[in-house]
């Protein structure tokens, strides 16, 4: 359902108004994924999100299924990206396991 979007006020992630939603932090294991599902976002949809990647976590997307992964944001990146629900991850691909360190991962609501 449409919403309202203020423009020319700073709101919090997540109120009325905001085309932002909350904010979640994923954090992942040494070699952890988190697939960027159709709960990840509070519509339960295939949609939007911002992305913002730690030291250490990459976000991919697959052309064919899981067979082959695709680095699309880097660590320590930016990206904004539209997720069906099953083709893109969230991958910690580092050297050891960061304790503590999340990536911030954030559903757009342009609808």
Do not use: H
């Not at 020319?8 to 904010?23: D, H, I, M, R, Y």
């Not at 994924?33 to 976002?41: D, G, L, P």
């Not at 052309?63 to 991850?89: E, I, M």
């Amino acid at each position: 359902m449409a919403q309202t979007i203020q423009f020319n006020t700073q709101l919090s992630f997540g109120v009325a108004g905001c085309p932002f939603k909350s904010e979640r932090a994923v954090q992942l294991a040494l070699n952890g994924t988190y697939i960027v599902s159709q709960t990840a976002n509070a519509a339960g949809l295939p949609g939007w999100f911002m992305v913002l990647t730690s030291v250490n976590d990459v976000l991919q997307y697959s052309p064919d299924g899981g067979v082959t992964w695709r680095t699309v944001v880097p660590a320590s990146s930016f990206g904004v990206f539209y997720s069906d629900g099953q083709n893109w991850r969230l991958l910690n691909s580092g050297a050891a396991d960061v304790g503590g360190v999340n990536t911030r991962l954030t559903p757009i609501d342009i609808i």
